[in-house]
């Protein structure tokens, strides 16, 4: 049984640098979503995907971060041009369509860490 | 809009001993709540869900919670504390009837459990 894969684990980037993160669902979860989550915090949502369509974005989700599902597989998040206010941890989560309550399953974090 | 207080950030007890964390939650309907469980540098995961079908929930690891409508509460219990239990703790809500969307969360409760 496999559960949300993410990767990498840990990156430590210095400020202006881009970073990727990469999440692979459950295999036959069709929805994805993208969190993050600063130290004491909640996770803050930051956009979900229902198969390859990206359905929702936050306005926490500035200009200088996109995500894609391209074959409505696993998801890259992508960061421009990072900051130090990006340090956190993004956490992935997916679900499967048509469950009443539609509770995420959660993988287990890519932590950023900006210099 | 909907969203959850969880009142006390940090919560103590002694093993044995009676864990209480508290979540309150705003909603023009009623909603589905969640309690999620974090570990140290894992991701989440799902403790209980609440889905109207009934006001006492049982959950894993021997907690359960219950929903109170006129309260607007929806309080995270366990009769007697473990080690195991040290984590932080999330409360998060989802309206019914849009089951794509995102979880909210809130900020969390870290429980402590001394010897």
């Known amino acids: 049984d496999t559960g949300v894969s993410q990767n990498p684990r840990h990156k430590i980037t210095k400020r202006g640098q881009n970073v990727t993160f990469r999440c692979d669902p459950i295999?036959?979860?069709?929805?994805l979503y993208w969190y993050r989550q600063t130290l004491g915090q909640g996770p803050e949502f930051l956009t979900y995907?229902?198969?390859?369509?990206?359905?929702?974005k936050s306005r926490l989700l500035s200009d200088r971060f996109s995500a894609e599902r391209p074959k409505g597989s696993f998801s890259t998040l992508e960061i421009q041009r990072t900051e130090q206010g990006d340090s956190a941890m993004y956490l992935c989560?997916?679900?499967?369509?048509?469950?009443?309550?539609?509770?995420?399953?959660f993988g287990e974090g890519s932590r950023l860490t900006v210099l | 809009a909907q969203s959850v207080t969880q009142l006390g950030s940090h919560v103590s007890v002694s093993e044995g001993a009676l864990v209480l964390l508290r979540c309150n939650y705003s909603?023009?309907?009623?909603?589905?709540l969640f309690w999620y469980v974090q570990y140290p540098n894992q991701g989440l995961q799902l403790l209980l869900k609440?889905?109207?079908?009934?006001?006492l929930v049982k959950g894993i690891n021997g907690f359960e919670a219950e929903f109170k409508k006129s309260e607007t509460s929806f309080h995270l219990t366990k009769p007697s504390a473990h080690m195991s239990d040290a984590a932080e703790y999330f409360c998060?809500?989802?309206?019914?009837?849009?089951?794509?969307?995102?979880?909210?969360f809130g900020k969390g409760t870290t429980l402590s459990v001394s010897s």
């Open positions: 998060a809500v989802r309206t019914p009837g849009q089951a794509g969307t995102a979880l909210i």
């Open positions: 989560a997916s679900s499967l369509s048509g469950t009443v309550t539609g509770e995420l399953f």
């Open positions: 295999s036959e979860h069709n929805r």
């Open positions: 909603s023009s309907v009623p909603p589905y």
């Open positions: 995907f229902q198969n390859e369509a990206q359905l929702e």
């Open positions: 609440y889905t109207s079908a009934a006001t």
